[in-house]
């Protein structure tokens, strides 16, 4: 048995959440399926004290990752337009509560998860217990890889491309982790950041196509961005 899957374990990651957060548990739309999902009540209200507790501004204190965002529901939704071979193997970065790397699981992938927040860790390997055995969970800083040395034919994100400041240290990330001939698969909900990623990546040397995902929720599509690197796109 994984040890996430460790009805123990589970409880003892739960046990660590709550002190934290408050939670609830419902079940999501994830790949075509109701899935169990824990999330949490109130995000803004773990925004807010971080604030107040003046963190620095980095991933390892980013609160964000209590919230679901519709960026990952895009991504979700675009993964099923796919044709996944079972065993693939995904990479997700900035993976907050996991629901993206969850959908590529239960689509049969094998994925690992990373984020910088250990919050956000904890509450991803809870998620995740129903698919233990395709997913792994993994601390990761885009701005230091040390120790980090597998590459992906597949890497997902979600909603990471928000601030432009974080682009020059994502867009290194992404060519150590990505296999030569992959694809970076990126959703956002048509921000004005999301304008200025699509040119500032394709002027770091990547080809960045774009395509979108209507929710049916009465917003704005999500935007998915498919990044290759210029030398190895077709």
Same mark, same amino acid.
């Given at each position: 048995? @994984? &040890?996430?899957?460790?009805?123990?374990?589970?409880?003892? /990651? /739960?046990?660590?959440?709550?002190?934290?957060?408050?939670?609830?548990?419902? @079940?999501?739309?994830?790949?075509?399926?109701s899935y169990p999902w824990a999330r949490v009540v109130n995000p803004d209200k773990?925004?807010?004290?971080? /604030?107040? !507790?003046?963190?620095?501004?980095?991933?390892?204190?980013?609160? #964000?990752?209590?919230a679901t965002w519709r960026a990952a529901q895009g991504l979700d939704r675009f993964?099923?337009?796919?044709?996944?071979?079972?065993g693939s193997r995904i990479l997700e970065l900035g993976g907050g509560s996991g629901?993206?790397?969850?959908?590529?699981?239960?689509?049969?992938?094998?994925?690992?998860?990373?984020?910088?927040?250990?919050?956000?860790?904890?509450? +991803?390997?809870?998620?995740?217990?129903?698919?233990?055995?395709?997913?792994?969970? &993994?601390?990761?800083?885009?701005?230091?890889?040390?120790?980090? @040395?597998? &590459?992906?034919?597949?890497?997902?994100?979600?909603?990471?491309?928000?601030?432009?400041?974080?682009?020059?240290?994502?867009?290194?990330?992404?060519?150590?982790?990505?296999?030569?001939?992959?694809?970076?698969?990126?959703?956002?909900?048509? &921000?004005?950041?999301?304008? $200025?990623?699509? !040119?500032?990546?394709? @002027?770091?040397?990547? $080809? +960045?196509?774009?395509?979108?995902?209507?929710?049916?929720?009465?917003?704005?599509?999500? $935007?998915? #961005?498919?990044? $290759? /690197?210029?030398?190895?796109?077709?």
């Amino acid at each position: 048995m @994984h &040890r996430q899957a460790d009805p123990r374990y589970a409880l003892k /990651l /739960l046990k660590r959440l709550e002190r934290r957060v408050e939670l609830e548990h419902v @079940h999501a739309e994830i790949a075509g399926t109701s899935y169990p999902w824990a999330r949490v009540v109130n995000p803004d209200k773990l925004l807010e004290e971080t /604030l107040r !507790n003046d963190q620095p501004e980095s991933a390892t204190f980013d609160p #964000f990752w209590a919230a679901t965002w519709r960026a990952a529901q895009g991504l979700d939704r675009f993964l099923g337009t796919l044709e996944l071979p079972t065993g693939s193997r995904i990479l997700e970065l900035g993976g907050g509560s996991g629901r993206a790397g969850i959908s590529a699981a239960l689509r049969g992938a094998n994925v690992c998860i990373t984020d910088a927040s250990s919050m956000a860790l904890i509450m +991803c390997r809870f998620n995740a217990r129903y698919v233990s055995d395709r997913v792994t969970v &993994r601390k990761l800083d885009w701005a230091n890889l040390t120790g980090f @040395h597998e &590459r992906f034919p597949i890497v997902l994100g979600s909603d990471i491309v928000y601030n432009p400041s974080l682009y020059p240290i994502l867009e290194p990330c992404m060519r150590q982790v990505l296999d030569s001939n992959g694809v970076v698969l990126l959703s956002e909900p048509q &921000r004005h950041t999301g304008d $200025r990623f699509e !040119n500032w990546i394709r @002027h770091a040397g990547w $080809r +960045c196509d774009s395509s979108l995902v209507d929710l049916k929720d009465g917003q704005r599509e999500i $935007r998915i #961005f498919q990044c $290759r /690197l210029k030398e190895f796109a077709a």
